[in-house]
């Protein structure tokens, strides 16, 4: 229930230097009272907001742990309730054995999310700053981090703000022609107003296309390792994670398996995938291997093509050079510390090509430099300057949003009733409010909401 006081273990389990037990709720500091003996001789219940209380948790007259408790009285707090917050010693039981007695006391023991979920119903979040928390919590790299914040500080929200402002002033428009047709207004939409549609719609499309940057930047970007055994897929994997995390030798087929590993490149979180080399192959085990890399070509945000620049090119490398999809591919030649004896101008589906020695480490900063131009290519450069949508629930509604304005032009254009226009408005508006949560179902919320951490 939404007035129940709740409680959680909002730190991780396991040992630490400080463990913190979250109460929120009317009765929170009812329930510090029963539990909390303060060093000093003041009252538990007349502790003072935003303030810290050294003292000791007690089971009736059984000592559990020495704490220092803050309290803070709401609606100036996170979830807009009295919260109480409870620093205990870390560990695997003093925590636990505190919420346990917080829970006995009348407490409920918090769902994942609910602590955030009472902030948006509360109104001290909307729904786009309830997210940006979960992806601030699970965020990558600074630069991911980075747009999270921009969520957070509500950038998303005020730019829905605005053009929510500019399509009421069309509905207004609207409802006077449809409300009093004795006025005689014979223009359906002036020009300042047709002006209004246009801005939504030239703002939704960079939002909408903004998204799967800010996905990669968000989520890391998928990155495939690709070609015939031995041209050096794992020793490439190797030099740029700066460790020996693939098995390396001179026997083909070594890697059957993929291997996935995050690097972080300039801000950009990777998501690099060492497959097994492209043949073909009697060994059942290693055949299956060659098929998820196939299947990886055809699914990653980004291709590494690798050849041995010591040998020249033959069936295999044809045969993976034909599945790859020129947009997304950097082609790398190994092995330059070597002899060459490659021939690579019959490659021109491959824009880009970088030459490296994955084993002497030649040439990886220059493939770095290459894979971070890949994905920020002029949209993102400086996330910390630029909306860049991360979600897709927001790219869908914001799609929703587009849609329905381009069908109020249509309708204008082609003369049709001014119903239509109110018809197509109220699902922008609609669509809009879907965004910040001003029109959501509990369906959407228990989804949300049950992808954060238990305390958060």
């Known amino acids: 229930m939404m007035f129940?006081?709740?409680?959680?273990?909002?730190?991780p389990r396991g040992e630490g230097g400080i463990g913190i037990v979250r109460i929120s709720g009317k009765e929170a500091l009812d329930i510090l009272c029963e539990i909390f003996k303060p060093k000093s001789s003041r009252n538990v219940s007349e502790l003072k907001s935003y303030t810290i209380t050294y003292g000791h948790i007690y089971d009736g007259d059984k000592l559990i742990d020495e704490v220092l408790v803050s309290f803070m009285k709401g609606p100036r707090t996170y979830t807009r309730e009295d919260i109480v917050e409870i620093n205990c010693h870390g560990g695997y039981i003093i925590t636990e054995r505190v919420l346990e007695l917080v829970l006995k006391k009348g407490a409920k023991l918090a769902e994942p999310g609910e602590f955030t979920r009472r902030a948006f119903l509360n109104g001290r979040l909307d729904l786009t700053q309830a997210e940006s928390v979960m992806d601030i919590i699970h965020g990558k790299?600074?630069?991911?981090?980075?747009l999270s914040l921009n969520q957070l500080r509500g950038d998303l929200k005020e730019q829905i703000g605005v053009l929510k402002k500019l399509l009421l002033d069309v509905a207004a428009h609207v409802n006077v022609v449809l409300d009093y047709p004795e006025e005689g207004i014979d223009d359906p939409l002036p020009k300042n107003l047709r002006d209004n549609l246009d801005t939504v719609i030239a703002t939704t499309t960079k939002l909408i296309a903004s998204y799967d940057k800010g996905k990669m930047i968000k989520e890391g970007v998928k990155t495939a390792i690709v070609g015939k055994p031995n041209v050096g897929k794992s020793s490439l994997l190797n030099s740029v994670l700066r460790e020996e995390r693939a098995i390396?030798?001179?026997?083909?087929?070594?890697?059957?398996?993929?291997?996935?590993?995050?690097?972080?490149?300039?801000?950009?979180?990777?998501?690099?995938?060492?497959t097994a080399g492209i043949r073909e192959t009697e060994d059942e085990v290693e055949n299956i291997g060659v098929q998820k890399s196939k299947s990886l070509i055809k699914n990653a945000d980004l291709v590494l093509f690798v050849l041995d620049a010591s040998r020249e090119l033959d069936k295999e490398d044809f045969e993976i050079y034909e599945r790859i999809e020129s947009d997304k591919v950097i082609g790398i030649l190994n092995k330059i510390d070597i002899e060459r004896k490659i021939d690579i101008k019959n490659l021109t589906k491959v824009k880009k090509w970088i030459e490296i020695s994955a084993l002497e480490k030649i040439g990886i900063?220059?493939?770095?430099?290459?894979?971070?131009?890949?994905?920020?290519?002029?949209?993102?450069?400086?996330?910390?300057?630029?909306?860049v949508i991360t979600n897709v629930r927001h790219k869908s509604a914001l799609e929703k949003t587009k849609k329905a304005v381009e069908n109020i032009l249509e309708?204008?254009?082609?003369?049709?009733p001014m119903d239509l226009i109110a018809v197509d408005l109220n699902e922008a508006l609609d669509s809009l409010s879907e965004v910040t949560g001003e029109i959501s179902n509990e369906d959407l919320l228990d989804h949300i909401f049950s992808n954060f951490c238990v305390g958060k």
């Open 411 to 416: 309708t204008i254009d082609m003369g049709y």
């Open 365 to 387: 900063e220059d493939l770095e430099d290459e894979i971070y131009e890949y994905v920020v290519s002029g949209q993102v450069e400086d996330s910390s300057e630029k909306l």
């Open 4 to 11: 129940d006081t709740i409680a959680a273990i909002s730190t």
């Open 248 to 274: 390396v030798t001179r026997i083909a087929g070594t890697t059957r398996d993929t291997i996935e590993e995050i690097v972080n490149i300039k801000g950009i979180p990777l998501v690099m995938i060492d």
């Open 141 to 146: 790299t600074e630069k991911s981090i980075s």
